[in-house]
């Protein structure tokens, strides 16, 4: 096989592998699990508990958007809610929270020329402080958890707040953002890029690099992050309690950014298999029986999947006005 045919061959590859991944996990689940008792529980879960969680999801949304604001003052926040909602449907139908963030900043950026780098500096430097928010909530819920949580689980949440953090602090120093430019510049002329994608870029390191030196921006898009997280938990703690699962908020807390975490990790299709094996696994150590914790896990998927069909509406409704066609469509 020639290197462009490997080339070619490699994203579908990684496409089947990641199916297979799904499967396997889902396979050794329903090995475990009586699928009848899973219904049985999805069936005693009352709508009032349903819509309560919905009802989180979109306040959730309303919260990301602001935060996203933040970084973007002189954008409409009606504009960037409706790219947020949007970015759950690309989230739900493609390859989870990349193609969501690809959708934000294709569908924000293409307004004008130059904006695709403020847009990817926006939407990185908002994902980066989210995911600290996340684990800011998970390290002081394995602090505050009154069970015994492995120290393994400790460890990672712990590297991951020192990496992350580091991550901000080395954006604030020009040297590090100097030789960050060299770097990409030297990149991008042995890929043969044009002078103008360099330029891009150098811009998307400035804008970065902007954002990490202003402190208050920076931990405001912290805590609004970790507010975001709460109303996560919060909605599958709704969930949990009408499925009459017993497990107190905090556990909650620790549970769901461990979960998160794995769900970034890009080995399955939209988290599918891995979402539903943190939940039974993480929350048998808590005395929950796996056919409550899948079906909670489903649940929580069921919510997404209201996310996505609301974003599905405002991307009908907002595209109609625009004759610009999104990454989706493009690609028929």
């Known amino acids: 096989m020639n290197t462009d045919t490997f080339e070619k061959s490699a994203p579908r590859w990684k496409l089947w592998a990641k199916i297979a991944i799904s499967t396997v996990i889902l396979g050794v689940l329903l090995l475990r699990i009586d699928i009848a008792e899973v219904f049985e529980s999805l069936r005693g879960l009352s709508l009032g508990s349903a819509a309560l969680a919905v009802f989180l999801s979109g306040i959730a949304i309303v919260v990301a958007a602001g935060k996203w604001r933040l970084l973007l003052p002189d954008s409409p926040f009606s504009q960037l809610l409706k790219i947020t909602f949007v970015r759950q449907f690309y989230a739900l139908v493609l390859y989870g929270q990349i193609s969501g963030d690809l959708a934000r900043v294709y569908l924000l950026g293409r307004e004008g020329v130059g904006r695709y780098a403020e847009v990817t500096a926006s939407v990185l430097f908002d994902r980066v402080t989210g995911f600290l928010g996340l684990m800011v909530v998970t390290a002081v819920a394995l602090v505050l958890s009154p069970g015994a949580v492995s120290p393994s689980v400790v460890?990672?949440?712990?590297?991951?707040?020192?990496?992350?953090?580091?991550?901000?602090?080395?954006?604030?120093?020009?040297?590090?953002?100097?030789?960050?430019s060299l770097f990409l510049q030297g990149f991008a002329t042995r890929l043969g890029l044009p002078d103008t994608a360099v330029g891009h870029l150098k811009r998307f390191l400035e804008v970065l690099h902007a954002y990490s030196r202003n402190p208050g921006v920076t931990v405001l898009s912290i805590a609004v992050g970790a507010a975001y997280q709460l109303l996560c938990v919060g909605l599958t703690a709704v969930l949990a309690r009408g499925l009459g699962i017993e497990v107190g908020f905090v556990d909650l807390c620790w549970v769901f950014g461990v979960i998160s975490v794995l769900l970034f990790l890009p080995i399955s299709i939209g988290g599918l298999g891995v979402r539903e094996g943190g939940f039974v696994g993480l929350l048998a150590g808590l005395g929950v029986a796996g056919d409550q914790a899948m079906a909670l896990s489903l649940?929580?998927?069921?919510?997404?999947?209201?996310?996505?069909?609301?974003?599905?509406?405002?991307?009908?409704?907002?595209?109609?006005?625009?004759?610009?066609?999104?990454?989706?469509?493009?690609?028929?």
Do not use: W
């Not at 990496?163 to 020009?174: A, H, I, K, P, R």
């Not at 649940?299 to 991307?315: I, K, S, T, Y």
């Open 155 to 180: 460890v990672v949440v712990v590297v991951l707040v020192i990496v992350t953090l580091g991550s901000l602090v080395l954006l604030q120093y020009e040297p590090v953002l100097h030789r960050t």
């Open 299 to 332: 649940a929580c998927f069921g919510v997404e999947v209201v996310q996505g069909l609301a974003g599905f509406a405002v991307h009908l409704s907002t595209n109609g006005r625009s004759s610009a066609k999104t990454p989706l469509e493009r690609s028929d």
